[in-house]
Protein backbone atom coordinates (compact mmCIF):
# COMPACT_ATOMS: atom_id res chain seq x y z
CA UNK A 1 0.00 0.00 0.00
CA UNK A 2 1.77 3.37 -1.21
CA UNK A 3 1.60 6.65 1.64
CA UNK A 4 -0.35 9.30 -0.30
CA UNK A 5 1.55 12.81 -0.92
CA UNK A 6 -0.53 15.46 -1.25
CA UNK A 7 0.41 17.94 -4.24
CA UNK A 8 1.78 20.99 -3.73
CA UNK A 9 0.35 23.20 -5.18
CA UNK A 10 -3.54 24.39 -5.28
CA UNK A 11 -5.29 26.98 -7.60
CA UNK A 12 -7.00 29.91 -5.22
CA UNK A 13 -8.97 32.92 -6.83
CA UNK A 14 -9.17 35.51 -4.68
CA UNK A 15 -10.71 39.53 -4.80
CA UNK A 16 -8.14 41.97 -2.97
CA UNK A 17 -10.38 44.98 -2.06
CA UNK A 18 -8.51 48.03 -0.32
CA UNK A 19 -10.47 51.16 1.45
CA UNK A 20 -9.64 53.68 3.51
CA UNK A 21 -11.06 53.15 7.13
CA UNK A 22 -9.58 54.53 10.76
CA UNK A 23 -6.83 53.79 12.64
CA UNK A 24 -8.72 53.25 16.04
CA UNK A 25 -11.15 50.76 13.63
CA UNK A 26 -8.19 48.88 12.64
CA UNK A 27 -7.51 48.91 15.89
CA UNK A 28 -10.71 47.43 17.65
CA UNK A 29 -11.83 45.61 14.76
CA UNK A 30 -9.00 44.12 12.63
CA UNK A 31 -5.85 43.38 14.43
CA UNK A 32 -5.23 41.00 17.28
CA UNK A 33 -3.79 42.08 20.27
CA UNK A 34 -1.04 42.74 22.11
CA UNK A 35 0.00 43.80 17.90
CA UNK A 36 -0.65 47.61 17.41
CA UNK A 37 -1.80 49.22 14.40
CA UNK A 38 0.70 51.28 12.50
CA UNK A 39 -0.41 54.88 13.13
CA UNK A 40 2.02 56.18 10.55
CA UNK A 41 1.00 54.06 7.53
CA UNK A 42 -2.73 55.58 6.08
CA UNK A 43 -5.47 53.89 7.88
CA UNK A 44 -5.75 50.75 4.94
CA UNK A 45 -8.25 47.63 5.24
CA UNK A 46 -7.67 44.98 2.57
CA UNK A 47 -10.02 42.59 2.30
CA UNK A 48 -9.14 38.95 0.68
CA UNK A 49 -11.99 37.22 -0.27
CA UNK A 50 -11.11 33.66 -2.08
CA UNK A 51 -12.36 30.30 -3.23
CA UNK A 52 -9.73 27.73 -3.09
CA UNK A 53 -11.31 24.40 -4.61
CA UNK A 54 -8.44 22.09 -4.65
CA UNK A 55 -6.47 22.91 -1.28
CA UNK A 56 -5.62 19.92 0.82
CA UNK A 57 -5.03 19.56 4.21
CA UNK A 58 -1.98 19.11 6.51
CA UNK A 59 -2.96 15.19 6.17
CA UNK A 60 -3.79 15.19 2.12
CA UNK A 61 -7.88 15.04 2.74
CA UNK A 62 -9.08 17.78 -0.44
CA UNK A 63 -10.69 20.20 1.87
CA UNK A 64 -11.77 23.01 -0.50
CA UNK A 65 -12.90 26.07 1.24
CA UNK A 66 -13.76 29.83 1.09
CA UNK A 67 -12.58 32.56 3.12
CA UNK A 68 -13.43 36.28 3.66
CA UNK A 69 -10.29 37.90 5.40
CA UNK A 70 -9.18 41.34 6.62
CA UNK A 71 -5.86 42.69 6.98
CA UNK A 72 -4.08 45.94 8.06
CA UNK A 73 -1.14 47.50 8.49
CA UNK A 74 0.55 47.00 11.59
CA UNK A 75 4.78 48.02 13.05
CA UNK A 76 6.41 45.39 14.72
CA UNK A 77 9.51 46.76 16.50
CA UNK A 78 10.04 48.87 13.75
CA UNK A 79 9.17 46.47 10.96
CA UNK A 80 6.28 46.70 8.74
CA UNK A 81 3.93 43.95 8.52
CA UNK A 82 0.00 43.15 8.41
CA UNK A 83 -2.25 41.46 10.59
CA UNK A 84 -5.56 40.48 10.67
CA UNK A 85 -8.43 37.25 10.53
CA UNK A 86 -10.94 35.70 8.37
CA UNK A 87 -14.39 34.07 8.11
CA UNK A 88 -14.13 30.86 6.64
CA UNK A 89 -16.69 28.17 5.45
CA UNK A 90 -17.03 24.82 2.71
CA UNK A 91 -17.71 25.34 -0.98
CA UNK A 92 -21.01 26.30 -2.06
CA UNK A 93 -23.43 24.84 -2.67
CA UNK A 94 -23.73 23.28 0.28
CA UNK A 95 -21.77 25.30 3.03
CA UNK A 96 -21.09 21.87 5.17
CA UNK A 97 -18.94 23.96 7.87
CA UNK A 98 -17.48 20.04 8.40
CA UNK A 99 -15.44 20.58 4.99
CA UNK A 100 -12.77 22.85 6.39
CA UNK A 101 -12.91 21.38 10.03
CA UNK A 102 -9.00 21.25 9.36
CA UNK A 103 -8.64 24.38 10.10
CA UNK A 104 -8.41 24.27 13.36
CA UNK A 105 -5.09 22.54 13.22
CA UNK A 106 -4.63 25.11 10.30
CA UNK A 107 -4.87 27.96 12.95
CA UNK A 108 -2.81 26.72 15.16
CA UNK A 109 -0.13 26.54 12.83
CA UNK A 110 -0.69 29.58 10.67
CA UNK A 111 -2.19 31.53 13.58
CA UNK A 112 -4.75 33.27 12.33
CA UNK A 113 -7.96 33.57 13.76
CA UNK A 114 -10.87 32.04 11.98
CA UNK A 115 -14.40 32.10 12.60
CA UNK A 116 -17.03 30.37 10.81
CA UNK A 117 -19.60 32.13 7.98
CA UNK A 118 -21.50 31.55 5.55
CA UNK A 119 -19.67 33.14 2.50
CA UNK A 120 -21.20 32.89 -0.71
CA UNK A 121 -19.28 33.79 -3.58
CA UNK A 122 -22.06 35.05 -7.23
CA UNK A 123 -20.83 35.58 -10.75
CA UNK A 124 -23.13 37.41 -12.58
CA UNK A 125 -26.14 37.29 -10.47
CA UNK A 126 -25.44 33.24 -10.07
CA UNK A 127 -23.90 31.52 -7.40
CA UNK A 128 -20.62 29.77 -7.92
CA UNK A 129 -19.76 26.44 -6.25
CA UNK A 130 -16.56 27.38 -4.81
CA UNK A 131 -14.51 28.14 -8.16
CA UNK A 132 -14.00 31.31 -10.01
CA UNK A 133 -11.04 30.02 -11.73
CA UNK A 134 -12.64 30.72 -14.75
CA UNK A 135 -13.43 34.58 -13.92
CA UNK A 136 -13.28 36.95 -17.33
CA UNK A 137 -13.03 40.88 -17.98
CA UNK A 138 -16.52 42.04 -17.74
CA UNK A 139 -17.99 39.44 -14.77
CA UNK A 140 -19.72 41.42 -11.82
CA UNK A 141 -19.11 39.36 -8.72
CA UNK A 142 -20.69 39.59 -5.08
CA UNK A 143 -19.18 38.06 -1.89
CA UNK A 144 -21.49 38.17 1.08
CA UNK A 145 -20.89 36.77 4.76
CA UNK A 146 -23.91 35.75 6.68
CA UNK A 147 -23.44 34.39 10.89
CA UNK A 148 -26.62 33.54 12.84
CA UNK A 149 -28.65 33.94 9.77
CA UNK A 150 -27.70 37.53 9.36
CA UNK A 151 -26.17 39.75 6.60
CA UNK A 152 -22.83 41.22 8.41
CA UNK A 153 -20.85 41.95 5.09
CA UNK A 154 -21.22 42.00 1.63
CA UNK A 155 -18.53 42.84 -1.21
CA UNK A 156 -19.51 43.41 -4.92
CA UNK A 157 -16.62 44.36 -7.79
CA UNK A 158 -16.88 44.32 -12.14
CA UNK A 159 -13.75 42.44 -13.80
CA UNK A 160 -11.58 44.89 -15.24
CA UNK A 161 -9.32 44.63 -17.95
CA UNK A 162 -6.06 41.60 -17.66
CA UNK A 163 -3.28 42.46 -16.52
CA UNK A 164 0.22 41.10 -18.15
CA UNK A 165 3.19 40.59 -16.53
CA UNK A 166 4.26 40.99 -12.65
CA UNK A 167 1.89 42.59 -10.78
CA UNK A 168 3.08 45.94 -8.78
CA UNK A 169 3.16 45.76 -5.12
CA UNK A 170 2.60 47.91 -2.60
CA UNK A 171 1.79 48.27 1.26
CA UNK A 172 -1.72 47.79 0.67
CA UNK A 173 -1.14 44.35 -1.57
CA UNK A 174 -1.69 41.79 1.19
CA UNK A 175 1.94 39.49 1.19
CA UNK A 176 4.27 42.64 0.18
CA UNK A 177 4.99 42.86 3.28
CA UNK A 178 5.03 40.24 6.55
CA UNK A 179 1.85 38.68 7.67
CA UNK A 180 1.77 37.93 11.33
CA UNK A 181 -0.48 36.76 13.51
CA UNK A 182 -0.88 35.63 17.03
CA UNK A 183 -0.77 32.08 18.04
CA UNK A 184 -2.80 31.18 20.87
CA UNK A 185 -2.69 27.45 22.31
CA UNK A 186 -4.87 27.04 25.71
CA UNK A 187 -3.91 24.57 28.42
CA UNK A 188 -6.27 21.65 28.85
CA UNK A 189 -7.81 23.45 31.80
CA UNK A 190 -7.65 26.49 29.85
CA UNK A 191 -5.98 28.58 32.96
CA UNK A 192 -3.20 29.13 30.59
CA UNK A 193 -0.74 28.40 27.70
CA UNK A 194 1.27 25.71 26.33
CA UNK A 195 2.57 28.26 23.28
CA UNK A 196 1.32 31.80 22.98
CA UNK A 197 3.67 33.42 20.80
CA UNK A 198 3.99 35.84 17.92
CA UNK A 199 4.48 34.07 14.04
CA UNK A 200 5.32 35.47 10.77
CA UNK A 201 4.82 34.60 7.43
CA UNK A 202 8.36 34.34 5.40
CA UNK A 203 8.01 37.34 2.66
CA UNK A 204 9.72 34.91 0.44
CA UNK A 205 7.49 32.42 -0.30
CA UNK A 206 5.06 34.62 -1.48
CA UNK A 207 7.13 34.74 -4.52
CA UNK A 208 6.45 30.92 -5.48
CA UNK A 209 2.65 32.38 -5.90
CA UNK A 210 2.29 32.35 -9.92
CA UNK A 211 -0.47 34.01 -11.14
CA UNK A 212 -2.44 32.37 -14.01
CA UNK A 213 -4.53 35.09 -14.69
CA UNK A 214 -5.09 38.45 -13.04
CA UNK A 215 -7.41 41.35 -13.84
CA UNK A 216 -7.88 45.16 -12.43
CA UNK A 217 -11.42 45.38 -10.49
CA UNK A 218 -13.97 48.00 -9.94
CA UNK A 219 -15.85 48.84 -7.06
CA UNK A 220 -19.22 48.20 -6.73
CA UNK A 221 -20.03 47.97 -3.21
CA UNK A 222 -18.55 47.36 0.05
CA UNK A 223 -21.25 47.28 2.74
CA UNK A 224 -21.28 45.85 6.71
CA UNK A 225 -24.46 45.53 8.97
CA UNK A 226 -24.12 45.22 12.95
CA UNK A 227 -23.64 42.02 14.47
CA UNK A 228 -23.39 39.95 17.60
CA UNK A 229 -19.69 39.85 18.24
CA UNK A 230 -17.99 41.00 14.97
CA UNK A 231 -19.64 44.67 15.22
CA UNK A 232 -18.26 45.25 11.25
CA UNK A 233 -20.50 48.23 11.02
CA UNK A 234 -18.41 50.20 12.74
CA UNK A 235 -15.53 49.56 10.47
CA UNK A 236 -16.16 52.46 8.48
CA UNK A 237 -15.78 52.79 4.50
CA UNK A 238 -13.62 55.67 3.37
CA UNK A 239 -12.06 56.11 -0.03
CA UNK A 240 -11.49 53.03 -2.11
CA UNK A 241 -7.54 52.61 -3.03
CA UNK A 242 -7.22 49.71 -5.05
CA UNK A 243 -8.74 46.16 -6.30
CA UNK A 244 -7.43 43.40 -7.83
CA UNK A 245 -8.99 39.31 -9.21
CA UNK A 246 -6.10 36.99 -9.08
CA UNK A 247 -6.45 33.72 -10.22
CA UNK A 248 -2.81 31.79 -8.65
CA UNK A 249 -1.45 28.64 -8.43
CA UNK A 250 -0.45 28.71 -4.19
CA UNK A 251 2.16 26.40 -2.99
CA UNK A 252 1.77 25.26 0.64
CA UNK A 253 4.83 27.05 1.65
CA UNK A 254 2.88 30.04 1.24
CA UNK A 255 1.33 29.16 4.60
CA UNK A 256 3.66 26.83 6.07
CA UNK A 257 6.74 29.04 5.95
CA UNK A 258 5.56 30.50 9.18
CA UNK A 259 8.06 30.98 11.83
CA UNK A 260 8.32 32.08 15.76
CA UNK A 261 9.27 35.80 16.23
CA UNK A 262 8.48 36.34 19.53
CA UNK A 263 7.62 34.37 22.30
CA UNK A 264 4.32 35.99 24.87
CA UNK A 265 3.77 35.08 28.67
CA UNK A 266 2.03 31.95 29.12
CA UNK A 267 -0.64 33.66 31.48
CA UNK A 268 -2.67 36.65 30.87
Same mark, same amino acid.
Given at each position: ?6 ? %?? #?????? %? ?5 THDA ?20 ? =?????? $? ?8 ? #? $?????? &? &? #?? =? ?10 ? @? &? ?33 ? +? ?66 ? +? ?8 ? !? ?7 ? %?? $? ?5 ? @?? /? %?? @? *? ?10 ? @???? *? =? #? ?7 SPHE?? !????? /? ?7
Amino acid at each position: MHGYEAP %QH #ADMTRV %QFTFETTHDALQKLIVPPPLQVDRDRPAFCT =IMAFTS $PNFRGRDGRL #A $PYTGFA &F &F #AG =IDYKGTPAQAGW @E &FVDGAAPAHDKTIPEMLIFSGQVYGMLKKFGDIRF +YRNGLEVAGDLSTVEEGDDLLITVDRKNRRIASLGVKVGAAIGGASTQTAATVGAVPVLAVREIPTVD +YKGYVDRSIV !SSDVNANSF %QV $PTKEFSA @EP /L %QL @E *FWPSESESLDQL @EVGE *F =I #AARVIVADSPHETI !SSMFV /LEQLPLTL
